[in-house]
């Protein structure tokens, strides 16, 4: 009997926490250690949506130094995270969990062209679904692709898997006082200006009252407990009114 307190997740990773210790590229370690949870949570029937940033390989705007007209930038950026999306899912297929990578602009030879009725049928059917390509536009962060995936399939919280164990009232590798909140508003988190996601996917994810919880992929169990329940991380809300 399942234990989780969430039936559908979404789980947004930074590509570069796969990319481990070289901080580049892919450390297969890691996306193994994933792949066995992802597994772990369809064990427990859960269903799982997947968004993974491209960081590993390319930044975008940030990685183009200036020199690329920035929607081409951010184009490379997308195709980063679809090469993270086809890599975790073969391990996946590998160890024997169906997966389906859905695209946000049309690639046909590599994936499936992403649309929210084909997404939920994959869902349903046990499937795990990867989001890849960002929302297909210039100018929005894998975290606002995140957070408009969960809103369109009805994801009960986005897990937010990052180099960081939660929201802090200020950056803990600057200041040594800063401490961690075990739960925040949205409007706490605009208000304070603290780092969760950019304001364009934090705001979103406060217009569709949708839950973020924020902990640390460096111990990949760390998926589990939160779909547990568990003490982990930091949950951000929207209050009832």
């Not at 081409?72 to 391990?91: H, I, K, P, Q, S």
């Not at 969990?97 to 929210?116: G, Q």
């Not at 304070?192 to 996917?201: F, I, K, P, Q, S």
């Not at 992929?217 to 407990?225: G, H, K, T």
Request: net charge negative.
């Amino acid at each position: 009997m399942s234990n989780a307190i969430y039936r559908r997740v979404l789980l947004k990773i930074s590509g570069e926490a796969l990319a481990g210790e070289k901080h580049v590229g892919l450390d297969f370690d890691m996306v193994g250690r994933v792949a066995d949870v992802i597994g772990a949570l369809r064990k427990m029937d859960v269903q799982v949506g997947v968004v993974i940033g491209g960081g590993n390989f390319w930044r975008g705007a940030k990685n183009s130094g200036g020199h690329m007209e920035r929607t081409r930038g951010d184009r490379m950026g997308m195709l980063a995270t679809v090469m993270n999306c086809l890599a975790v899912c073969d391990v996946c297929e590998q160890k024997g969990i169906p997966a389906r990578v859905l695209t946000a602009s049309e690639m046909e030879a590599i994936a499936e062209f992403y649309n929210r009725e084909r997404a939920v049928d994959y869902l349903e059917a046990g499937k795990v679904v990867f989001f890849a390509g960002g929302t297909g536009n210039p100018f929005f962060s894998t975290d606002t692709g995140a957070v408009l995936r969960a809103a369109e399939i009805g994801a009960d919280v986005i897990l937010l898997a990052k180099n960081i164990d939660g929201v802090y009232s200020a950056d803990p590798r600057i200041d040594p006082t800063a401490t961690r909140f075990d739960r925040i508003t949205f409007a706490e988190v605009l208000e304070r200006r603290l780092t969760v996601m950019d304001l364009t996917a934090t705001a979103l994810a406060q217009d569709q009252k949708l839950k973020v919880l924020l902990f640390a992929l460096e111990d990949p169990e760390n998926i589990l407990r939160a779909v547990r329940g568990e003490d982990v991380g930091t949950l951000v809300y929207e209050p009832e009114t």
